[in-house]
């Protein structure tokens, strides 16, 4: 005898001793009809308790992952930027320097200042950096979440 699978509505409880699923209306003091062993109503809740807890934390690991692993597709320019913006806060010639050197021994293009500081917007409209005024010149700062996707 098979074991039916269980119920979608998951109306239908585990025998303890077997395996098989049994309608959850089927009387606890009764025997399971396929080990033919006395079913005790302690097994019934102790399968429904954890059972409740699986369901539980199955939904919060699926809020958190929903919540941090959000991103948005990048391309392989915008996380060539992203990865060069290494410390704290950094302007824009540096964050050239160290995207470029990437760049030129594999004989790309490097990028050009019109380029790059597309890009850095683009990171910026999608929060992974922020941007800040220091005099005349723009400093570029990782937020959370550009440092989250980093790791």
Do not use: W
């Not at 913006?85 to 320097?97: E, P």
């Not at 200042?113 to 400093?139: F, H, M, P, Q, R």
């Amino acid at each position: 005898m098979s074991n039916p699978p269980l119920g979608k509505d998951r109306s239908q409880i585990r025998c303890i001793y077997c395996g098989y699923y049994i309608k959850s209306s089927f009387p606890a003091n009764q025997r399971c009809p396929n080990c033919r062993k006395p079913l005790d109503i302690m097994g019934y809740a102790r399968e429904a308790y954890l059972l409740g807890r699986f369901e539980e934390r199955k939904g919060a690991l699926k809020e958190q992952y929903i919540e941090h692993d959000q991103f948005e597709r990048l391309s392989n320019d915008e996380l060539t930027v992203l990865v060069s913006i290494t410390g704290k806060r950094m302007f824009l010639k540096r964050i050239a320097i160290i995207a470029n050197q990437s760049r030129m021994p594999l004989g790309i293009e490097p990028f050009n200042k019109a380029d790059l500081e597309k890009i850095l917007d683009t990171l910026k409209s999608k929060n992974y950096i922020e941007v800040e005024l220091v005099g005349e010149k723009k400093v570029y700062i990782l937020t959370e979440r550009g440092k989250y996707r980093l790791q």
